[in-house]
T-cell receptor, first 110, second 111 residues
Framework: NAGVTQTPKFQVLKTGQSMTLQCAQD?????MSWYRQDPGMGLRLIHY???????DQGEVPNGYNVSRSTTEDFPLRLLSAAPSQTSVYFC?????????FGPGTRLLVL | RKEVEQDPGPFNVPEGATVAFNCTYS??????FFWYRQDCRKEPKLLMS???SGNEDGRFTAQLNRASQYISLLIRDSKLSDSATYLC????????????FGSGTRLLVRP
């Protein structure tokens, strides 16, 4: 069991570039979510999904898109990167209120 | 006001010390409460859930005070390996799966 995996581990983007952060889980969990973590802010929910084909916005969704075509995968797309999106991004899957996090993606937008 | 507030610390304690963290939350309708642990540059991991009656897991004790809307975590006999950031987590009233994370309390245990 790999749990929750995320790629890439690190990424540097220029302002205006787009990219997709990948997230996959092999635990067959229906609920998945994306967070960003900034110093002094705690983790903030970007988007979440309660199952394949169903997604919804979290607390800070602007500038991000998600899709959920399978139970396993939940990619996060940055449409046009901005310096304010410099952060650490965590994907999580949930079972019985326990969230299992991936190792994170560190993103720097110049 | 933040929905979940924690003292950021750091708490710097010697090995063997007892240390306590508190956390307050603003949503009185919250039903589920947790402590997560996050090591430096790593992902958060569930440490323990917090129940109304209080609960203990080895050296760790969690308490919930619904009337005052605060949660506590007590660590006894601190180990060097306890050095980490401890995140207080509360669920949103409209979904048991949507969690609100505090910004964390940093603990440093010194030899």
């Amino acid at each position: 069991n790999a749990g929750v995996t995320q790629t890439p581990k690190f990424q540097v983007l220029k302002t205006g570039q787009s990219m997709t952060l990948q997230c996959a889980q092999d635990m067959n969990h229906e609920y998945m979510s994306w967070y960003r973590q900034d110093p002094g802010m705690g983790l903030r929910l970007i988007h979440y999904s309660v199952g394949a084909g169903i997604t919804d916005q979290g607390e800070v969704p602007n500038g991000y898109n998600v899709s959920r075509s399978t139970t396993e995968d939940f990619p996060l797309r940055l449409l046009s990167a901005a310096p304010s999106q410099t952060s650490v991004y965590f994907c999580a899957s949930t079972q019985l209120e326990t969230q299992y996090f991936g190792p994170g993606t560190r993103l720097l937008v110049l | 006001r933040k929905e979940v507030e924690q003292d950021p610390g750091p708490f710097n304690v010697p090995e063997g010390a007892t240390v306590a963290f508190n956390c307050t939350y603003s949503n009185s309708a919250s039903q589920s409460f947790f402590w997560y642990r996050q090591d430096c540059r790593k992902e958060p991991k569930l440490l323990m859930s917090v129940y109304s009656s209080g609960n203990e897991d080895g050296r760790f004790t969690a308490q919930l005070n619904r009337a005052s809307q605060y949660i506590s975590l007590l660590i006894r006999d601190s180990k060097l390996s306890d050095s980490a950031t401890y995140l207080c987590v509360v669920n949103k009233k409209d979904s048991s799966y949507k969690l609100i994370f505090g910004s964390g309390t940093r603990l440093l245990v010194r030899p």
